[in-house]
């Protein structure tokens, strides 16, 4: 299965190629059509657009190269990695939180996607259940005890059925 991100890039730079390909050149087009390009704001905002719309899409397409090179088969498949699912403790407080580890591009902190790249995510990569992890927070070091874990290897709609 193609790992959420990349599908999500693809889609992102199918829709950036139509912008770019059909609905920018009919803007330029009709900011042509209302004379002196010199003062002509539709005209230059249009070109504005194309250039962050090329931008945008070589971003994309280095993103893309760059996450063809992940192989996920080789993240360990009883320690925390990408796609894993963690529930934590918070060791002061008791709260049990549950977090799944992305790509930068993915996070969605109010869904508990957490970057890898971000603190907790960096203190969590690797560890088992069992192990405790600190993490520097402004408010402090917090300790956080891993309680369950759920590797990309063990969910459903990345392995399939079976």
């Known amino acids: 299965m193609e790992l959420p991100i ?3 890039l693809k889609k992102d730079l199918e829709e950036l190629r139509h912008e770019l390909n059909s ?4 803007e330029l087009e009709k900011a042509r059509e209302h004379g002196d390009l010199k003062e ?7 070109k504005e657009r194309q250039g962050v719309v090329n931008a945008r899409m070589g971003a994309a397409e280095q993103r893309l190269r760059e996450l ?10 009883d320690a925390v990695g990408y796609g894993s699912i963690v529930s934590v403790e918070d060791e002061e407080d008791g709260a049990e939180v549950k977090f799944e580890i992305v ?34 927070t ?21 392995v399939g059925d079976g």
């Open 6 to 8: 990349v599908t999500k």
């Open 23 to 26: 609905i920018l050149p009919k």
């Open 40 to 46: 002509n704001a539709e005209y230059h905002a249009a």
């Open 68 to 77: 063809a090179m992940v192989d996920v088969g080789a993240y360990p498949s």
């Open 103 to 136: 790509f930068p591009e993915e996070i969605d902190v109010s869904s508990g996607r957490i970057s890898l790249s971000s603190p907790l995510g960096r203190a969590l990569l690797n560890k088992v259940p069992g192990d405790e992890v600190e993490v520097r």
């Open 138 to 158: 402004p408010k402090g070091v917090k300790v956080y005890s891993i309680r369950e874990l759920t590797t990309i290897h063990q969910r459903k709609e990345f």
